[in-house]
């Protein structure tokens, strides 16, 4: 008679099958779950992040105000299908002691773009493009330099909480909240004689950023 270890294999044999047909199974399921998720968020809209930047630029422009302002408009995450920006509005409001002032009605003029003049060493702008919708997609981010201009309306000292609102496809929203603090130094420097044409205001100056001291409002360094 021959000993034989086959009698003892095949359970062990059968059970090593089984489980290695199970973990495959879920194996599959899982990478089919996956391939679901991503291509569930491949068909989504793109979401929208704006950012707003640390700089803008304000001055006159005959008996009104032109503000160049230039956000950063992008999507993190990859899909099939683009958003379309329709529309974009700035708006200012007066608060606290000038709350009962005229409010502005600045509407969107043009695309520019900065040109360093080395001959005045100042920064000018130049057209590059009328109002119109522009594409979005992970690829394709968008920093527009957009030009805001109301023809008759001029700055008060004081506050003004602002918003700039973008119009996306499906009679969507993005907005975004700031505050602009408008010293009377930089009033008078905007309308004074010595007129340089454009003055920046910034969300980042050290000695505003401070808690309860102008924090995240533009505010003019000579302010």
Not at 187 to 212: A, C, M
Request: net charge positive; hydrophobic share 35%; charged share 25%.
């Amino acid at each position: 008679m021959v000993d034989s270890d086959e009698g003892a294999t095949t359970p062990r044999r059968a059970r090593f099958e089984a489980v290695h047909k199970w973990v495959a199974t879920g194996a599959a399921v899982a990478a089919l779950a996956i391939s679901l998720y991503n291509l569930a968020q491949l068909q989504k809209r793109p979401k929208i992040d704006v950012t707003l930047p640390h700089l803008i630029r304000i001055g006159p422009r005959g008996k009104g105000t032109l503000i160049y302002f230039q956000p950063t408009v992008a999507t993190r995450f990859k899909t099939q299908d683009i958003e379309v920006i329709h529309d974009v509005r700035f708006q200012l409001t007066p608060t606290g002691s000038i709350s009962s002032t005229k409010r502005p009605d600045f509407y969107w003029s043009e695309n520019a773009k900065a040109v360093f003049d080395f001959a005045s060493q100042q920064i000018n702008y130049d057209w590059v493009g009328d109002p119109a919708p522009f594409i979005v997609s992970q690829d394709k981010p968008q920093q527009p330099t957009f030009m805001f201009l109301d023809k008759n309306w001029s700055f008060q000292p004081g506050r003004y909480d602002g918003s700039l609102q973008l119009s996306l496809t499906g009679n969507r929203k993005r907005t975004r909240k700031f505050c602009l603090i408008m010293s009377k130094k930089a009033v008078d420097e905007i309308h004074g004689k010595n007129q340089r044409g454009l003055y920046f205001f910034r969300n980042d100056l050290p000695e505003f950023t401070s808690p309860g001291n102008h924090s995240d409002c533009y505010v003019r360094e000579t302010g």
